[in-house]
Structures are given as structure tokens and as C-alpha cells.
């Protein structure tokens, strides 16, 4: 049987179950341990303890602790690996974007989906700087204070990296910018207006902060083909979770306005699952957002960024996915997509064809 004290049992814990390099002082103490056990020294163990302890940094030490209390997140499963992002057309669009010095909320949010998206030449851009003044529990965009900095000339800018991307379908999301008066929606609209004035006339996609009254109106106005705003997580978990000033109720009455407002673009809206949430709260978000006007639906697995970030309660087979999605069906949502790895951008442009063809089968 192997010795509990062998420095292996320490990596696992360290490495989360799995064999990772010791860390420096680390790699001392095992120098120590091993040469004290040649020269038969007595307190060997007692010096790789010491070293080891002390070699830990806060945040592994709370890594150590939570496992102890068994508080740890539950292993991430076969179903939520993605491919590393490679190929020729990924280094394209990765080229495209940095040359414009746009953002991609595919790199900001760290998607699972960036390799995949970026080989089929689309990419979710990122308007109103890479900073939002909120900062919610499950995000990873950097939060702080822009002081009302816009990068210089975005729309236009975007236009020319959808061209040279030969884009048909465009989505465009943002940080929240409460620093700004509009929020940004100025921005927004001059970014649809600029597409629109492009050749290939590409359909747009916008995934917007919480605007309301003349805020919405001013983007939608604009008319882009989706209106999309998430709600995120369940009502229960929203005060945990979310910015205070981003509140449930507030989401829901922008989805609503955006349903009144007159025009052909379909409303989305997202939920995240595994956050802590039940699946019969997940039904009842559904049905509001249904009752709010929305037409797609998108159902994901919550991964957290970062160990700064709420942590993962549960990972959702893909199973439970197919059947909120024949349950979002019935409900009477023109298209779902439900699966651990699918996001709102996520093949936006397939979801909003398959509703097309479905309202208008000839």
C-alpha cells in the first residue's frame, strides 16, 4: 500500500486530482526528504511538511481547505471537453481582430466555443472598450471604471473587420458602460447603421446591456435582426450572482419592451445552468421569459472563469439539455438551443435561419 505521506497524495490535492510539477520549494523539500531518508535522518517527513506548507500560496492553500471541507467544485465530465483553438482560419480571424484592435467577447469571456467559432470565420465582437462598470459573480470581463474612454472610431472599424472576414451574419455584444449617458446605445445603432451600409448587407445580431425607454429604442431602431439580452440565472440566485443595479425584473422588462417594439427582429434571451439552481426554477425562468416576448432560447452549462468567480454546483448531462429544450418547445419558443457547451452567439447565425424557415417554410 502506498504511504499516505508520499509526496504524490500533496501534488493530487495541489492539482486537483491530477499529477502536476511540485513548485519550487517544493521540489527542495523532496531533495531534503530523500536525502534525509538516506542518511536515515529522523525527521525527513517533519521537513517536507514544513517546506510544503510554506510553499503553498494563499489561493492554493483555500484550494487544500475547500477539498478538506469538501466544498469542491465536482469534476468537469467527458461531455464539457472542447478541442484547443488551432488552423489556419482561427489565426485568420485572430488577425483581423487584433489588426482592427477590436474585441472579441469569445476572448474576454473565454468561451469553450472559440475554436470552433474562429474555423468558421465568426466571432462575436465586443464594442465600448474590454472594461464593465458591474462585474458580476460568473464573468470574467475585467471590471472597473472606463471615465467615459470610447476606442476611437468603432464602428467603422467593425465594418471593416466584417468585410475582410467576409461576414453574412454579424454579432455584436458589449460591456455595460453605466459611465456613459446612453450606455453605449448610441454606439450600438452607429455599429448596426455601419453594417448596413456595407455591400454584402450582412444580417446583425445585438446582445445588449439592460437599456431601457429611449436607450432600446435607439438601438432597435437601428433594426437589427436579433434583439438579444440574457437574464442569466434563475430569480432565486440573481441577488448571489448578479450586479445589484442588474436585477432580475429589470431584465425582464427590457425583454418585454424590446418585444413591443415594432419591427421584424426576433428576441432572445439566456439562461445558465448549474449555478445552484433547480430544474423547476429553470422551468419557471423559462416560462417568464416566454411570457416577456421571447422567441429563442438558449440553455448552457455555467463554467466558472477563474477560482475568483462563483463556483460550479452541478454539471448538467446533456440529456437534462434535450429535455428543458423539448420543454422550451412546448412552451411555445420558436427555436432553442440547449446543451452544455452552447452560448448565446453560439451557431447565432443557424438559429436564427432554422426560426426564419420555421415561420416562413416556402
Known amino acids: 500500500m502506498r504511504d499516505r505521506k508520499q509526496?504524490?497524495?500533496?501534488?493530487?490535492?495541489?492539482?486537483?486530482?491530477?499529477?502536476?510539477?511540485?513548485?519550487?520549494?517544493?521540489?527542495?523539500?523532496?531533495?531534503a526528504r530523500k536525502a534525509g531518508a538516506r542518511k536515515g535522518h529522523p525527521d525527513a517527513s517533519g521537513i517536507f511538511g514544513r517546506y510544503f506548507c510554506r510553499a503553498l500560496t494563499c489561493r492554493q492553500r483555500a484550494i487544500c481547505c475547500r477539498r478538506k471541507a469538501g466544498d469542491m467544485q465536482p469534476r468537469k465530465p467527458t461531455w464539457l471537453k472542447a478541442p484547443?483553438?488551432?488552423?489556419?482560419?482561427?489565426?485568420?480571424?485572430?488577425?483581423?481582430?487584433?489588426?482592427?484592435?477590436l474585441h472579441t467577447v469569445c476572448e474576454e469571456a473565454r468561451c469553450p466555443n472559440i475554436g470552433e467559432c474562429w474555423n468558421c470565420g465568426t466571432a462575436?465582437?465586443?464594442?465600448?472598450?474590454?472594461?464593465?462598470?458591474?462585474?458580476c459573480a460568473f464573468c470574467a470581463v475585467t471590471r472597473g471604471n472606463p471615465k467615459g474612454a470610447l476606442p476611437p472610431d468603432e464602428p467603422a472599424r467593425l465594418a471593416e473587420a466584417a468585410t475582410a472576414m467576409g461576414l453574412d451574419y454579424v454579432v455584436i455584444t458589449s460591456v455595460t458602460r453605466d459611465d456613459l449617458p446612453d450606455g453605449g446605445a448610441g454606439i450600438f445603432a452607429g455599429c448596426i447603421s455601419a453594417?448596413?451600409?456595407?455591400?454584402?448587407?450582412?444580417l446583425v445580431e445585438v446582445l445588449t446591456p439592460d437599456y431601457?425607454?429611449?436607450?432600446?429604442?435607439?438601438?432597435?431602431?437601428?433594426?437589427?435582426?436579433?434583439?438579444?439580452?440574457?437574464?442569466?440565472?434563475?430569480?432565486?440566485?440573481?441577488p448571489a450572482l448578479r450586479h445589484p443595479a442588474f436585477t432580475y425584473a429589470r431584465s425582464l422588462h427590457t425583454l418585454q419592451q424590446a418585444a413591443r417594439h415594432p419591427g421584424d427582429h426576433a428576441v432572445k434571451s439566456s439562461i445558465m445552468l448549474g449555478a445552484g439552481e433547480t430544474l423547476d426554477e429553470v422551468r419557471q425562468t423559462m416560462r417568464d421569459l416566454r411570457d416577456s416576448g421571447v422567441q429563442i432560447l438558449v440553455l448552457g452549462q455555467y463554467l466558472q472563469p477563474t477560482q475568483q468567480h462563483a463556483p460550479v454546483r452541478s454539471f448538467i448531462p446533456p440529456e437534462t439539455f434535450d429535455a428543458l429544450a423539448a420543454t422550451g418547445k412546448e412552451m411555445g419558443f420558436e427555436y432553442v438551443a440547449a446543451g452544455p457547451l452552447v452560448r448565446t452567439s453560439y451557431r447565432a447565425a443557424e438559429a436564427y435561419v432554422q426560426r426564419r424557415f420555421a415561420r416562413h417554410p416556402a
Open 7 to 31: 509526496p504524490v497524495s500533496a501534488f493530487s490535492i495541489v492539482g486537483h486530482g491530477q499529477r502536476v510539477l511540485p513548485f519550487p520549494r517544493v521540489r527542495q523539500s523532496l531533495c
Open 195 to 202: 453594417l448596413a451600409e456595407l455591400p454584402a448587407k450582412p
Open 124 to 135: 462575436t465582437f465586443l464594442i465600448l472598450g474590454d472594461t464593465c462598470t458591474r462585474g
Open 84 to 101: 484547443l483553438p488551432t488552423g489556419e482560419r482561427y489565426q485568420a480571424v485572430r488577425r483581423v481582430v487584433s489588426g482592427q484592435q
Open 212 to 238: 431601457q425607454d429611449d436607450d432600446l429604442r435607439c438601438v432597435l431602431d437601428a433594426r437589427p435582426a436579433v434583439f438579444a439580452h440574457n437574464v442569466e440565472v434563475v430569480e432565486r440566485l440573481a
